[in-house]
C-alpha cells in the first residue's frame, strides 16, 4: 500500500485537487492511503483569524471567516463536481465554518486564545481538503472513503505539539483502514490533526502533515500491511544537490541516505524535516519526495541507508554569527568548555558549529540570539571576539571523514574563499565550514563545480 501525501500547494485550489485525484487514482488497483496538507495558506489563514478573534477584532475575523468559505466554495466550484456531491461538499464548509465562527466567538468574548482552542481552529484546513479530495476522486472514477484523521492520529493532550500514539495508530488503521483497502477504497484523511485521549482536537505542530504520513506509513505496516513506499508530493522535483537559486545548475539527488538528509535539513535545505520522517525510516520504508507539477520526475527516495559515499549534496545558511572565546590560561583546565557552554545553555541559546583550538573555542549561533548578553557573560573568564555577517556552508556525504582527499579537494575548489571556521561533522556525513555571508553562493558554486560538475570525479 502507498501512502501518499500532498502538502499545501499540491492542493490550493480546485483544479489542482482534480490533478492530485488523478495522481492518487492511477493506484486504484492497490488503493492508496492519501494524506492532504490545508488548501497552501488556510493554515495561516486559521491561526490569523484566532489571533484577530483574541484581539478582539470582530471585523477581521469575520473577514477571515468570508474568505476561507470563499476560498473552498471556489474550490467547489472549480471541480465542477456533479450535484449531490456538490451539495455535500458546500455543507462540509459551512458545517466547518460555523464550528469555527462559535469557537472565534468564544475566543472573543474570553479574550483569551488556549492552545487546545487554538488547536480545534487550526485543524479545520485539514478536515476541508481532505473532504474535496474524496470528492474529486470520486468524480476521476476512483471508489474513495474520508475518514477523519481524529479516528486514526491518537495523540496525547500537549496542543499544538501533539505525540503521537504509535501503537494506538496503528490498531486504529488496522480497524478502520484495512476493511476500506479490502473493499478496494483509497482512503483519504488529513495530516497534521489528531485527537487527544478526551477526544478533542490536537494537531502535530506546523508542518506536520509529513509527519502524519510517515504515521500512518509506519503504522499500517506495524499492522501488518506491506507498505512499499511513503510519497511526499511537493512542489519540487526533490532534494537537489544544491539551491537551484544559487547554483542553477543544481541537480536532483536520486537516492539519500536519512542521515544525509538531516545534514541537508539542519544546514538549510528545507524540503524535508529528518524528525518527521523518522518512523518511516527505523521501519526501513523509504519516503520519495515528489513534484505534483512534475509526476514524470521520479524525484528523490530518503532510504536509512543508501550505498556509496562520498560528497551527494551541499547546503548553506546565512544569518550565522561566530563567536571565538579565548583564554589560554584556562583553555586546558578542568570544566573550562563545560563553563564555556554553560553560558549559552543559560541564555536558551543553540549552538551550532563547533571548533577548538589550542588557546580557543569557536562557535556560531544564529545572528539573532541575544549575542551581546552572551559575551557580557563570558567576558567574566575568557576573551571573546564576535565576527557577524557569516554563513556556515556544509559538504554533506557518507564517509566524508574516512574518505581521502576530500577536505584537500574542498579546499582548493574555495579557492580564495576564506573559511574562518572549520569542522568536521560529528556524524561522519558532513564537513563544514563558515565564511563571510557574501561569500557563501561563491563558495557554493566553486564546490558545485568541484564536486558535481562536468569535470568532477
Ligand atoms: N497545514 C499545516 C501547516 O501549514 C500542516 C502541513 O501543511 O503540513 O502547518
Ligand atoms: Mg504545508
Same mark, same amino acid.
Given at each position: 500500500m502507498l501512502v501518499m501525501k500532498f502538502g499545501g500547494s499540491s492542493v490550493a485550489d480546485g483544479e489542482r485537487i482534480l490533478h492530485v485525484a488523478d495522481l492518487v487514482g492511477q493506484h486504484a488497483s492497490d488503493p492508496a492511503l492519501a494524506v492532504v496538507s490545508a488548501m497552501g495558506g488556510v493554515t495561516d489563514a486559521l491561526l490569523a483569524l484566532s489571533k484577530a478573534a483574541r484581539e478582539g477584532e470582530q471585523a477581521a475575523a469575520d473577514r477571515a471567516l468570508a474568505e476561507l468559505s470563499a476560498r473552498h466554495q471556489a474550490a467547489v466550484d472549480a471541480m465542477g463536481l456533479p450535484a449531490g456531491p456538490a451539495a455535500t461538499c458546500r455543507e462540509e464548509i459551512s458545517k466547518e465554518l460555523w464550528r469555527l465562527g462559535q469557537l472565534a466567538t468564544g475566543v472573543a468574548l474570553l479574550g483569551e486564545l488556549s492552545p487546545r482552542t487554538s488547536d480545534a481552529i487550526a485543524a479545520a484546513g485539514e478536515l476541508l481538503s481532505a473532504t474535496l479530495l474524496t470528492e474529486a476522486l470520486r468524480k476521476r472514477g476512483t471508489r474513495a472513503v474520508k475518514i477523519d484523521p481524529r479516528e486514526l492520529m491518537a495523540t496525547d493532550?500537549?496542543?499544538?505539539a501533539a505525540a503521537p500514539d504509535e501503537a494506538a495508530i496503528s490498531s486504529r488503521l488496522f480497524e478502520k483502514v484495512l476493511p476500506e483497502r479490502a473493499a478496494g477504497r483509497t482512503v483519504v484523511t488529513g495530516g497534521f490533526v489528531g485527537a487527544a485521549p478526551d477526544g478533542s482536537i490536537t494537531t502535530?505542530?506546523?508542518?506536520g502533515s509529513d509527519f502524519s504520513a510517515a504515521l500512518f506509513g509506519a503504522g499500517l505496516r506495524d499492522a501488518g500491511v506491506p507498505v512499499e513506499a511513503i510519497e511526499i508530493w511537493?512542489?519540487?522535483?526533490?532534494?537537489?544537490?544544491?539551491?537551484p537559486r544559487v547554483v542553477p545548475d543544481a541537480r536532483l539527488i536520486p537516492e539519500v541516505s536519512a542521515d544525509e538528509a538531516a545534514e541537508l535539513a539542519f544546514f538549510?535545505?528545507? !524540503?524535508?524535516?529528518?524528525a518527521t520522517i523518522r518512523p518511516a525510516v527505523t521501519r526501513g520504508i523509504p519516503v520519495v519526495v515528489r513534484n505534483t507539477f512534475s509526476p514524470e520526475v521520479a524525484g528523490t527516495v530518503v532510504r536509512a541507508d543508501v550505498a556509496g559515499h562520498g560528497v551527494r549534496a551541499l547546503a548553506a545558511r546565512k544569518g550565522v554569527a561566530a563567536l571565538f572565546i579565548g583564554n589560554p590560561r584556562m583553555l586546558?583546565?578542568?570544566g573550562y568548555a563545560a563553563r564555556v557552554f554553560g553560558v549559552f545553555e543559560a541564555h536558551g541559546v543553540p549552538v551550532d558549529v563547533i571548533a577548538t583550538s589550542e588557546v580557543s573555542i569557536s562557535t556560531t549561533v544564529d545572528e539573532k540570539a541575544p549575542i551581546e548578553a552572551i559575551v557580557r557573560d563570558l567576558s567574566k573568564f575568557a576573551e571573546v571576539q564576535v565576527l557577524r555577517h557569516l554563513a556556515v556552508v556544509s559538504v554533506v556525504g557518507k564517509g566524508l571523514r574516512t574518505t581521502p582527499g576530500v577536505a584537500a579537494r574542498i579546499f582548493s575548489a574555495l579557492g580564495? !574563499?576564506?573559511?574562518v571556521m572549520i569542522s568536521q561533522g560529528a556524524s561522519d556525513t558532513n564537513v563544514t565550514f563558515v565564511v563571510s555571508a557574501d561569500q557563501a553562493a561563491n563558495a557554493l558554486r566553486r564546490l558545485h563545480a568541484a564536486f558535481f560538475g562536468e569535470a568532477a570525479w
Open positions: 493532550a500537549t496542543y499544538g502535530l505542530g506546523r508542518g511537493t512542489d519540487v522535483d526533490g532534494i537537489l544537490t544544491a539551491d538549510g535545505a528545507k !524540503v524535508l524535516h529528518p586546558l583546565a578542568h580564495d !574563499v576564506n573559511a
